[in-house]
C-alpha cells in the first residue's frame, strides 16, 4: 500500500518572463485537495469579411488574431484536515489560500508595468502554462472566534495563444488522481448521503473510513469520500486500483474475492 504523501498532487509553479523554466521555488504551492475536474477552453478571433452583408451565401470568415487557451478548477483547502507528518497545522486558512493568491498579485518590475507572475499549473501528466486571470475565494466555516477554517478557490488561467498540448512526464509506480470529495450539507448524516448515492447499506464502512465517530453529526461543508470502505482511509492510508490502465476506485467492499479475481491487474 502507499501513503497519502505519494498521491500526485496538483502544484502551482512560477515560471520565468519566457513561460519557460520555474524560479522562486519557495512560492511553489502544493494543493491541499487535487480539483476534481479540469476546464479547457480554446478561442480564436474570428471576423466576416468586409461587405459581407451585400453578398449573398455565406460570407467567408477570417482569423484576425491570436487566440486564447483558458483553463478553469476549483482547489479545496481546509484547516481541519488531518495535517502530513512534517507539516505544521494551521489555525486561519486563509494562511493556506494567500500562497494561490500570490500569483494573481502584480509584480514590481523595474521600467516595466506591474504584471502578475508567469505560472504553470502541474498535475501528473497535465501541465498548463499562463497567467491568472481571475481568483475567486469563498470561506465556508468558520471557528466559534471568527476564524476561517474551510475555503473553495475558483481560478482561471489564460495564455494568449493555441498550442499543442504539452505532457508531464509521469513518476514512475503511479498514475495521477484523487476520489471526489463530497461537501456535508447542514443537517446532514453519513446515512443519509450514503443512501444518496446508493450506498446505505455501506454507511458505516464509508464512516469507519472517513474516521467519523458520530454520523449524525457532521460539520457542514465537511469534505468526505463516498466511494470510500472500511479499507480505505482518506487520511491514513489510500489505495489506489489500476484497472486497464486508468485510475478508478473501489466500489463496494475490497474483499478477497475481488483481488483473487483479479489480482493481476491492481496495482498497490
Not at 56 to 81: E, I, N, Y
Not at 218 to 241: F, K, T
Request: overall charge neutral; glycine content about 12%; proline content about 6%.
Amino acid at each position: 500500500m502507499s501513503n497519502t504523501q505519494n498521491l500526485a498532487k496538483a502544484e502551482l509553479q512560477e515560471l520565468d518572463a519566457k513561460f519557460e523554466n520555474p524560479i522562486n521555488k519557495d512560492k511553489t504551492c502544493q494543493v491541499q485537495f487535487n480539483p476534481e475536474s479540469l476546464k479547457v477552453s480554446f478561442a480564436n478571433q474570428i471576423t466576416s469579411g468586409k461587405g459581407a452583408g451585400d453578398q449573398k451565401g455565406t460570407p467567408a470568415r477570417q482569423f484576425v488574431g491570436a487566440g486564447t487557451t483558458k483553463l478553469s478548477l476549483q482547489l479545496w483547502f481546509d484547516v481541519t484536515a488531518p495535517v502530513p507528518p512534517g507539516k505544521t497545522a494551521e489555525k486561519d486558512v486563509r494562511k493556506l489560500t494567500e500562497r494561490v493568491a500570490y500569483f494573481i498579485t502584480p509584480k514590481e518590475q523595474t521600467g516595466e508595468q506591474r504584471t502578475p507572475p508567469a505560472v504553470r499549473f502541474s498535475w501528473g501528466s497535465f501541465r498548463f502554462d499562463g497567467i491568472m486571470e481571475s481568483l475567486e475565494e469563498s470561506l465556508e466555516f468558520f471557528s466559534s472566534e471568527g476564524i476561517p477554517l474551510r475555503a473553495s478557490v475558483a481560478l482561471s488561467l489564460t495564455q494568449q495563444k493555441i498550442t499543442e498540448f504539452k505532457f508531464n512526464p509521469l513518476k514512475k509506480g503511479g498514475l495521477p488522481g484523487t476520489r471526489p470529495l463530497t461537501p456535508a450539507p447542514a443537517g446532514s448524516t453519513i446515512q443519509g448521503l450514503a443512501d444518496s448515492q446508493g450506498k446505505g447499506g455501506n454507511w458505516q464502512d464509508i464512516a469507519t473510513a472517513n474516521n467519523i465517530e458520530n454520523p449524525r453529526m457532521l460539520q457542514p461543508g465537511q469534505l468526505l469520500d463516498l466511494n470510500a470502505s472500511a479499507g480505505i482511509s482518506v487520511s491514513g492510508i489510500d489505495l489506489g486500483v489500476h484497472l486497464g490502465g486508468s485510475f478508478g476506485e473501489t466500489s463496494g467492499q475490497f474483499s478477497a474475492g475481488i483481488s483473487g479475481g483479479i489480482s493481476g491487474g491492481i496495482e498497490i
